[in-house]
């Protein structure tokens, strides 16, 4: 699946397949456009135009496999399974971390340069990336050539680009930002596009062909860049809106939010029930034609959301998982939007009770590891665990004010249940405020080509960036719940928002019970 907005746009169906024959497509758009900027101007040393044409030409050899393989080693279902390539789980320990997928790739290309440029594991390339380039180099190395070009593989796909460079190295580096780059690559264009297509959900346009005719690489500051001739600007501005517009509307929908955290639990519960050491259902061995057993007699090659469909649904089946099946069992949020957030919660008077509010909605989260938020099921079990944990906690003259505030938020939600009709069985699941990519750094730094004189950066010429950034990106939650049978009495839903978020902010905020 490409995306996983299909619980929201239900013909957004469209798989990675047909999105990587499309950043092919694009890629050999660019990749020519490019080709021809660096052979009409004099930036690779070579003694005729003929050893100039190989030079690029075998850059543009390993360019198009890379565009066509930058997604293979992808997860199921969009990005929400490519964490588990990257989260172990060893009885309570947990961990999340690229370093070993870093030392497969390393291996591999037994390239000391590539090792060195390794970036930190904050800046490190997605799971899915590190993946694609590893299954790509096994499995295709013939086709794309000896280790140097190996190397120039892996870097298109993961974006590390080359940080001790010589003239042909920032020309690598150029062909690796048009691949994957953190402002405008053909991977994000056609996504855009097609996600966009697919939906139904009507962004604006983007002239790609405008866009990528107007690649160029020029000299900026003792180095050979990649940059953009001056009438490309107006469609780099809406493929940033674009983007704007997927990333608030539909990727952050609490509709989309919801299906993931099913997914989510899918795979964390088909991951107990059958890894085994370092047998791992998110694995290589899973992606690959051979496969592996797992479990003792379940075998699993090319793994793709048919997999986890059939195991959920037919093998390891739990109450939570057939509400990927079952829409009449999900539950339902009680704000809908950022907006309705803003005016319903974030309305809380001081600073400090701000903070305590959002101390009180963390601690519904099973997990400390940020990048693997677990939220806890807020219904009868948990309350009368939290009220033991109360119990003890006074019996031993421990600070319990934080755990009294949990208890509370649950005993609000417990009798404002029973009072409306609805079933005491909520969650609270995590996400962060919309930033807008305009405020990115790496977007006022995209280079723009005027004749005449040297290339300016996008925040010179572009007012929008230098509007207001947002200083407040801080996380929010939205609050899910079940809704109850309609009745003469009961609506069996949440009718009145504003009245039911003002208990629950109420709540979070008593250190005493009354």
Known sequence: MQTSYS??????????????????????????????????????????????????????????PACLLH?????????????????????????????????????????????????????????????????????????????????????????????????LEDIKNCFIGMLNSKVIDVDRLDYLIRDAYTSGFATINIDYVRLLHAITVKEYKDSIALAYRKDAVSVIENVVYAHDAEKKWIQNHPVVLYEAYIIKHILEHLGDELNTGKETLFSEASLNVEGHVLNGNIKVSLMCDDDIIYLSKNVFSDELSQELFDRNRRRHPVWKSEAEYEAYIRSIGTDEQKDLFKACMDSFNASNIPAHPVPLVINEILLKKLETELAAGKEQNKPTRALTRKVNACKYLDQYSREHGIPFDYLIIPTSMFSSSFSKEHLRKVLVNFDGMRPKMLKEVCRLLSADRLEDTKDFYYLFYRRGEQTAEFSGRIDDIGEFCKGLIDACLKDDIP
């Open 7 to 64: 619980p929201l746009y239900s013909s957004s169906l469209h798989n990675r397949f047909v999105h990587s024959l499309g950043v092919f497509h694009l890629g050999c758009i660019a990749a020519s456009c490019l080709e021809q900027s660096i052979l009409n101007g004099d930036y690779i040393f070579a003694d005729t135009i003929e050893e100039k044409e190989e030079i690029a030409n075998n850059l543009f050899h390993v360019f198009r």
């Open 71 to 167: 997604d293979v080693g992808h997860a199921p279902f969009s990005h929400i399974g490519e964490i588990y390539y990257v989260y172990y789980k060893d009885g309570e320990e947990e961990e999340v971390s690229v370093r070993r997928l870093h030392e497969k790739l390393c291996k591999l290309l037994n390239s000391e340069s590539f090792s060195a440029d390794l970036p930190a594991e904050s800046d490190s390339a997605a799971p899915h990336e590190l993946m694609s380039a590893i299954i790509g180099i096994k499995e295709f190395s013939g086709l794309i050539g000896d280790l140097e070009s190996q190397e120039f593989f892996a870097r298109c796909i993961t974006g590390y680009v080359y940080k001790k460079t010589d003239r």
